[in-house]
């Protein structure tokens, strides 16, 4: 039997390859949203289920990266570029929790009243080819000294629900902080600035 040949016809370029989907592993909405800036829709939806737990004298700095870069191996595809995020919210070498109930979330605002903290935002992109590149984004916030009705109010409205820190800036708790020097979105979720860069450095497609 003749071999099958797997030219393309003299006269016709050959078929160009698919381009490499997008996965984002991350089911937060805030980071959809906020990819959207970007003009990118995910090609898929894929929440990482990691272990978030630091490990021992691990600093903020080296835990966000970490916990970016597993979260992007966790969704590897070998047909796509996964791109993960996680955002971390430090008082000095101290890693708040992510507030899952009401006194973790007024233990947070209480220790934050009034003084500067730190929130970083590290983002992985995993390539089609298992390279792995990463991007970090350090943000300065202030809150104002908050009294306690502003506690009791901003805790009753229910926005710190899982959020690092026990607040959401894109909330009401915005209106409570006195400034910021850094990347907004990357307080949010997703550092565009870094995210774009991350992308193109890469070679994924993007305006």
């Known amino acids: 039997m003749a071999p099958v040949s797997t030219e393309a016809p003299v006269g016709e370029a050959p078929a ?3 381009a490499p989907r997008l996965i984002l592993a991350s089911a ?3 980071r959809r949203e ?3 800036r970007l003009g990118l829709t995910p090609d898929a939806i894929a ?3 990691i272990d978030e737990t630091p490990a021992a004298r691990e600093v903020p700095r080296d835990y966000a990266r970490r916990m970016a870069r597993e979260k992007a191996c966790a969704a590897a595809s070998s047909d796509a570029f996964v791109l993960a995020g996680d955002t971390v919210v430090a008082c000095g070498r101290r890693i708040l929790p992510k507030a899952e109930d009401e ?6 605002l209480d220790l934050l009243s009034g003084r500067r903290h730190r929130v970083l935002s590290a983002i992985a992109l995993r390539a089609p080819d298992g ?3 990463e991007r970090l984004s350090e943000t300065i916030v202030r809150f104002k000294p908050l009294s306690r009705e502003e506690v009791d109010a901003y805790i009753a409205g229910g926005e710190w629900d899982g959020k690092a820190g026990g607040y959401a800036i894109q909330g009401s708790a915005e209106g409570l902080i006195a400034w910021i020097s850094g990347s907004h979105s990357g307080v949010v979720g997703l550092p565009l600035f870094e995210t774009r860069a991350l992308l193109k450095s890469a070679g994924f497609a993007i305006a």
Not at 103 to 108: S, V
């Open 47 to 49: 929440a990482a289920d």
């Open 34 to 36: 906020l990819i959207a």
């Open 103 to 108: 006194t973790t979330a007024r233990a947070c």
């Open 28 to 30: 937060s909405p805030r």
């Open 131 to 133: 390279s792995v590149r």
């Open 16 to 18: 160009a390859a698919p």
